[in-house]
């Protein structure tokens, strides 16, 4: 049975995606102040969530819903530990931790996998497709924010094995569309993506603390005063 789940999943999430664009530290980057102490700790936090998205992905290739969403080419491994060593040396892995936040967010990557693997599906278009589409107008905030190298941590935001993004989100879509699940399935997915949402803003929201200690209270006010309508809505899948 087949279900329109790639648009059920962006009508879906429009409200939890806008307030994720409305915490402070996302409002904020998105007007161009990044501290770059948040910055780095947010970089860290996202490596483990990926780490474990990435381990749990590769557990469940032959699963007939989440398998034929592992596309390798979205693999932010790597990525990130290259921006890692960027801004916290070569012996990074000895000086970064997950925060409370990104450990929540981990330990239900690993229960959904045990427990509803198809629920993944979820987390890996929040992530994912979320980065792919405005991963180039956030690399270009950061790297003017904190005075950038083209490249020097921000790989993260390059997807160097996919040439064509807007072919490759088609073609991600469509996978979306294909997956044997029936409705009620497609909307347990959809809550478990506003869930991902809900779990990345408590990240979110823990950085706030360093950012307003960055640029004061006055300024940290006047950047969130306006809530945004959703700017990145438009480019998801």
């Known amino acids: 049975m087949s279900v329109a789940l ?6 879906g999430t429009k ?3 806008t307030m ?9 980057f998105l007007k161009g ?3 770059k102490v948040s910055y780095r700790t947010l970089v860290a936090d996202l490596y483990f969530v990926y780490s474990a998205m990435e381990e749990e992905l590769a557990g469940l290739r032959d699963h007939p819903v989440v398998g034929p969403l592992a596309f390798p080419e979205l693999n932010r491994r790597d990525t990130l530990e290259q921006d890692l060593a960027f801004y916290f040396g070569p012996d990074w892995c000895s000086s970064v931790k997950a925060t409370p936040a990104a450990q929540e967010y981990v330990a239900r990557l690993h229960q959904v996998a045990k427990e509803s693997p198809e629920l993944l599906v979820g987390h890996h278009y929040t992530r994912y497709i979320g980065d792919l589409s405005g991963g180039q107008i956030l ?6 924010a904190m005075n950038l190298g083209e490249h020097d941590g921000l790989r993260f935001y390059e997807f160097a094995a996919i040439p064509d993004e807007k072919a490759f989100k088609v073609n991600y879509r469509a996978t979306l569309d294909q997956l044997p699940i029936d409705q009620a399935t497609a909307d347990r997915i959809v809550a478990e993506a506003n869930q991902a949402f809900h779990l990345n803003m408590k990240m979110f929201q823990e950085l706030e ?5 960055a640029i004061g209270k006055v300024l940290f006010g006047f ?3 306006r809530q945004r309508s959703g700017s990145t809505e438009a480019v998801a899948a």
């Open 209 to 213: 603390g360093n950012l307003v200690a």
């Open 15 to 17: 409200k939890a995606h």
């Open 20 to 28: 994720a664009e409305n915490t402070g530290f996302v409002s904020c």
């Open 139 to 144: 690399k270009n905030i950061a790297q003017k």
């Open 6 to 11: 790639a648009s059920q999943l962006r009508e």
């Open 33 to 35: 102040v990044v501290d």
């Open 223 to 225: 950047l969130t005063r």
